[in-house]
């Protein structure tokens, strides 16, 4: 028997250029996710969505948001006009939902583990771009569990 045919196929570890290409990909969509749920906020609260108002609570700079607002437009999420608001398209609006949903899922299932709101907040910050579907579903079922008195 050749030795060859007896060894189980592996499959390549993944090459540092492919990980850092799948890290920042998934930066991006961190960030689309953030700043579409930032414009349907902006947009409940005052009306519109302006690049200032996105860079200030962003703390970033209006050229940041210019740049990842262009970034966003090519991705079919956000439509804009010279000198005016920032809108979301259909798709926009049904990630910037999802991404909401997702946040506070996310808090009320950290707070109901008894850590405090600001904590919980910051946290969910993170935890919600990387919940798997299958978490996040277990962490709605915990929550719509009827609590024992």
Do not use: C, W
């Not at 979301?88 to 405090?116: D, N, Y």
């Amino acid at each position: 028997m050749d030795q060859l045919a007896a060894k189980p196929s592996r499959t390549p570890a993944p090459t540092l250029k492919e990980n850092l290409r799948k890290t920042r990909e998934e930066h991006a969509r961190e960030t689309a996710q953030d700043y579409v749920e930032m414009i349907a906020e902006l947009i409940a609260s005052q009306g519109e969505a302006r690049v200032i108002d996105m860079a200030r609570r962003l703390g970033v700079t209006h050229v940041t948001v210019i740049r990842t607002i262009q970034r966003l437009q090519r991705e079919g999420l956000v439509t804009t006009q010279p000198y005016r608001s920032i809108f979301l398209t259909t798709e926009g609006r049904r990630l910037a939902k999802e991404s909401r949903h997702r946040h506070e899922v996310v808090v009320a299932s950290v707070e109901a583990r008894g850590v405090p709101v600001a904590v919980a907040l910051s946290e969910a910050e993170g935890i919600e771009h990387h919940v798997s579907r299958e978490r996040l579903a277990a962490f709605v079922r915990h929550l719509d569990k009827p609590t024992r008195t």
